[in-house]
């Protein structure tokens, strides 16, 4: 439905910060909402953050996952339909794979794409 390229994991150390971006190709459906989830190692893939486009319907809203408290910021650039995570004060347990999700909203309702991910290690 739509390719999605990720760029900005890596290394950190505790307390640093990374910011990761996805870029999604044109697609001929309209895109609802963009965002971030991760996979630890023996763990479920769990939300980080989403958040709604211009095409959204107005209930949909920013939404960031509960271990997040304030550290991370998600924001998009919609002329480049690019969505950005700022992760700040890093924690050894943000280690995962961060994968880019949009939600595409189809005429029979709405499906969903993945990226490939992107590990982000946090570790002195």
């Known amino acids: 439905q739509v390719r999605l390229v990720e760029s900005g994991g890596g290394l950190a150390q505790p307390g640093g910060s990374l910011r990761l971006s996805c870029t999604a190709s044109e697609s001929r459906f309209s895109i609802r909402t963009m965002g971030w989830y991760r996979q630890a190692p023996g763990q479920q893939r769990e939300l980080v953050a989403t958040i709604p486009t211009g095409d959204s319907p107005d209930y949909i809203t920013t939404k960031y996952g509960d271990f997040v408290k304030g550290r991370f910021t998600i924001s998009r650039d919609s002329a480049k339909s690019t969505v950005y995570l700022q992760m700040g004060d890093l924690k050894p347990e943000d280690t995962a794979v961060y994968y880019c999700?949009?939600?595409?909203?189809?005429?029979?309702?709405?499906?969903?794409?993945w990226g490939q991910g992107t590990q982000v290690t946090v570790s002195s």
């Open positions: 999700n949009v939600e595409l909203k189809t005429p029979t309702g709405w499906t969903e794409s």
